[in-house]
C-alpha cells in the first residue's frame, strides 16, 4: 500500500552532514508515523528518530540527540533525516519505515519499508 524511496546516502567525513530523504507513494493518514532505522555489519535494526505524519511529534534515540533531526512535508509526502557531526560509528545502512499507528520505537512494529541507503561515516 506505501512504496518508499530513499535517497541521499553516501561517504562523508567525520564531522561532516547528509540528508536523506524518504519519498512515500500512497495514501498517507494522520495516524501514520514515519521512521529512520539503522543496520550496521554484524548488529541488529536500530532506531534512529521518528515523527508522526498527523502532528509531526519528534523522538530520537540518545545516540544522534541533538545531532540529528527528522522533518517531513506532507505535501510532499516525504519525510527527511539531518545528520550533523557524524561519527564512524553512524555507518550503516539507513531505512525510511512507515508505521500504521503512533510511535514505535522497534523495528518489527513498523509496516513498511525502504530499499535502504548506504551511510560510510570516515575518520
Same mark, same amino acid.
Given at each position: 500500500?506505501?512504496?518508499?524511496?530513499?535517497?541521499?546516502?553516501?561517504?562523508?567525513? %567525520?564531522?561532516?552532514?547528509? $540528508?536523506?530523504? !524518504? &519519498? %512515500? /507513494?500512497?495514501?498517507?493518514?494522520? /495516524? @501514520?508515523?514515519?521512521?529512520?532505522? $539503522?543496520? &550496521?555489519?554484524?548488529?541488529?535494526?536500530?532506531?534512529? #528518530? $521518528?515523527?508522526?505524519?498527523?502532528?509531526?511529534?519528534? =523522538? =530520537? %534515540?540518545?545516540?544522534?540527540?541533538?545531532?540529528?533531526?527528522?522533518?517531513?512535508?506532507? &505535501?510532499?509526502?516525504?519525510? @527527511?533525516?539531518?545528520?550533523? /557531526?557524524?561519527?564512524?560509528?553512524?555507518? &550503516?545502512? +539507513? +531505512? !525510511? #519505515?512507515?508505521?500504521?499507528?503512533? +510511535?514505535?520505537?522497534? *523495528? @518489527?512494529?513498523?509496516?513498511? *519499508?525502504?530499499?535502504?541507503?548506504?551511510?560510510?561515516?570516515?575518520?
Amino acid at each position: 500500500q506505501v512504496q518508499l524511496v530513499e535517497s541521499g546516502g553516501g561517504l562523508v567525513q %567525520a564531522g561532516g552532514s547528509l $540528508r536523506l530523504s !524518504c &519519498a %512515500a /507513494s500512497g495514501r498517507t493518514f494522520s /495516524s @501514520y508515523t514515519m521512521g529512520w532505522f $539503522r543496520q &550496521a555489519p554484524g548488529k541488529e535494526r536500530e532506531f534512529v #528518530a $521518528r515523527i508522526t505524519w498527523g502532528g509531526g511529534t519528534t =523522538y =530520537y %534515540a540518545d545516540s544522534v540527540k541533538g545531532r540529528f533531526t527528522i522533518s517531513r512535508d506532507n &505535501a510532499k509526502n516525504t519525510v @527527511y533525516l539531518q545528520m550533523n /557531526s557524524l561519527k564512524p560509528e553512524d555507518t &550503516a545502512v +539507513y +531505512y !525510511c #519505515a512507515v508505521r500504521i499507528g503512533r +510511535y514505535g520505537s522497534s *523495528w @518489527y512494529e513498523y509496516d513498511y *519499508w525502504g530499499q535502504g541507503t548506504q551511510v560510510t561515516v570516515s575518520s
